[in-house]
């Protein structure tokens, strides 16, 4: 069974930056995303990678703010987000599968069986 832990958020001001980890309890080797909800919004894929070969996508939103990464020794999956707006306000959630073999786009929840409990980041105006 693999535990996500979530950790570093917190309250920014707009324009601000934020880093955002993922602790895995075992060792990655398929994907890893960063998935975001809204109040009253439906979960959205942010940003994936692959764990084992280079392979990172972000959605539209966040290209050239976001920076995710994943460093196989620590196990743990960052989240670098820089240049903040409010619209980015909301539970920041890891998700992991072992194994990708395609199928579900990597956005996609469906792709993941793991899940984190979520870190909350705030961005003021």
């Known amino acids: 069974q693999v535990q996500l832990v979530e950790s570093g958020g917190g309250s920014v001001q707009a324009g601000g930056s934020l880093r955002i980890s993922c602790a895995a309890s075992?060792?990655?080797?398929?994907?890893m995303a960063w998935f975001r909800q809204a109040p009253g919004k439906k979960r959205e894929g942010v940003a994936s990678?692959?764990?084992?070969?280079?392979?990172?996508m972000y959605a539209d939103s966040v290209k050239g703010r976001f920076t995710i990464s994943y460093d196989i020794a620590k196990k743990t999956l960052y989240l670098q987000m820089n240049s903040l707006k409010p619209e980015d306000t909301a539970v920041y959630y890891c998700?992991?599968?072992?194994?990708?073999?395609?199928?579900?786009?990597?956005?996609?929840?469906?792709?993941?069986?793991?899940w984190g409990q979520g870190t909350q980041v705030t961005v003021s105006s």
């Open positions: 075992v060792g990655i080797g398929g994907a």
């Open positions: 998700a992991a599968v072992s194994r990708y073999f395609g199928g579900a786009s990597r956005l996609s929840p469906d792709a993941y069986n793991y």
């Open positions: 990678t692959l764990t084992e070969i280079v392979g990172t």
